[in-house]
């Protein structure tokens, strides 16, 4: 914990009090890097940019996984064989899903086109991840893709946890499926559900890979997350300090999510 966690942390940090380039140089700087993002309206947007594309990926995690699942959970043929193919998604490594992803979009080849073109509902191709409404969705599209085994398999764990007991004797007083779900199913996941969200809102708050591989943060800024930004800032322009005091920023708006949520948990608990 201390050498993989704890030292890289506090190194982190010390490393946003200066200007430096890791090597020969080490003028101390103070806070000057802290007070200069914060006042910084572009990393601003940059942060709600990236909260916009996390709730798009956590939500649309839950929507999919949760519906999964259920059909999951009931007693129907080739289960087992549905499993293991739905969750090869997560198995994937990131670049291989966001060049497969990249792929569909494309606009001279991609198989979106293709099979709209097919079906004469457009007449020319769509560029997908060079349009500034759709970029983020797309890009977040993928990202759901990827993430959406995860929240499945936990939820299902869930799911399997709940005492049958508590659906026979509900459905003996009268309660219909949609009561089932609202009284028995949801309060049975809720601690396992405020525990994946805490991993998903910090994994795809700081996420990086795809989408910095399908748009590289474009069009115009549009899909310019600030895990990009920090990318950029420490190995593109090597202010490794100000890059560093960025990490430190994001690590602490992780840390109060995670705060916010843990309170959820507690309260649910009592």
Same mark, same amino acid.
Request: proline share 3%.
């Given at each position: 914990?201390?050498?993989?966690?704890?030292?890289?942390?506090?190194?982190?940090?010390?490393i946003?009090?200066?200007?430096?380039?890791?090597?020969?140089?080490?003028?101390?700087?103070?806070?000057?890097?802290?007070?200069?993002?914060?006042?910084?309206?572009?990393?601003?947007?940059?942060?709600?940019? +990236?909260?916009?594309?996390?709730?798009?990926?956590?939500?649309?995690?839950?929507?999919?996984?949760?519906?999964?699942?259920?059909?999951?959970?009931?007693?129907?043929?080739?289960?087992?064989?549905f499993?293991?193919?739905?969750?090869?998604?997560?198995?994937?490594?990131?670049?291989?899903?966001?060049?497969?992803?990249? !792929?569909?979009?494309?606009?001279?080849?991609?198989?979106?086109?293709?099979?709209?073109? /097919?079906?004469?509902?457009?007449?020319?191709?769509?560029?997908?991840?060079? /349009?500034?409404?759709?970029?983020?969705?797309?890009?977040?599209?993928?990202?759901v893709?990827?993430?959406?085994?995860?929240?499945?398999?936990?939820?299902?764990?869930?799911?399997?946890?709940? /005492?049958?007991?508590?659906?026979?004797?509900?459905?003996?007083?009268?309660?219909?499926?949609?009561?089932?779900?609202?009284?028995?199913?949801?309060?049975?996941?809720?601690?396992?559900?405020?525990?994946?969200?805490?991993?998903?809102?910090?994994w795809?708050?700081?996420?990086?890979?795809?989408? !910095?591989?399908?748009?590289?943060?474009?069009?115009?800024?549009?899909?310019?997350?600030?895990?990009?930004?920090?990318?950029? +800032?420490?190995?593109? /322009?090597?202010?490794?300090?100000?890059?560093?005091?960025?990490?430190?920023?994001?690590f602490?708006?992780?840390?109060?999510?995670?705060?916010?949520?843990?309170?959820?948990?507690? +309260?649910?608990?009592?």
């Open positions: 914990m201390l050498v993989l966690i704890a030292y890289p942390l506090l190194y982190g940090v010390y946003s009090g200066f200007n430096t380039n890791l090597l020969n140089k080490w003028d101390f700087v103070g806070l000057k890097y802290y007070i200069q993002i914060l006042s910084d309206t572009e990393f601003l947007n940059k942060i709600w940019i +990236t909260l916009k594309y996390a709730a798009l990926v956590v939500a649309g995690n839950f929507v999919v996984g949760m519906s999964l699942a259920l059909l999951l959970n009931r007693e129907i043929k080739f289960r087992l064989l499993r293991a193919i739905l969750i090869l998604p997560w198995l994937f490594p990131d670049v291989v899903v966001a060049l497969l992803w990249k !792929w569909l979009y494309n606009p001279l080849y991609g198989l979106f086109n293709y099979l709209l073109q /097919s079906l004469h509902l457009i007449n020319t191709p769509i560029e997908w991840l060079d /349009s500034q409404h759709f970029a983020l969705f797309g890009v977040a599209i993928a990202s893709w990827k993430g959406y085994p995860l929240v499945m398999i936990m939820l299902l764990a869930g799911l399997q946890s709940i /005492s049958k007991d508590l659906y026979e004797a509900a459905e003996i007083d009268g309660c219909n499926k949609w009561q089932l779900f609202r009284h028995i199913t949801i309060p049975g996941l809720m601690p396992v559900t405020l525990v994946v969200l805490i991993l998903e809102t910090v795809w708050f700081k996420h990086f890979t795809i989408v !910095w591989l399908l748009t590289a943060g474009g069009p115009i800024n549009v899909t310019s997350v600030v895990s990009i930004d920090i990318y950029r +800032t420490a190995f593109q /322009s090597f202010q490794f300090g100000r890059a560093s005091a960025m990490a430190v920023i994001v602490v708006i992780c840390l109060l999510m995670s705060y916010v949520y843990r309170r959820l948990l507690e +309260t649910n608990d009592q």
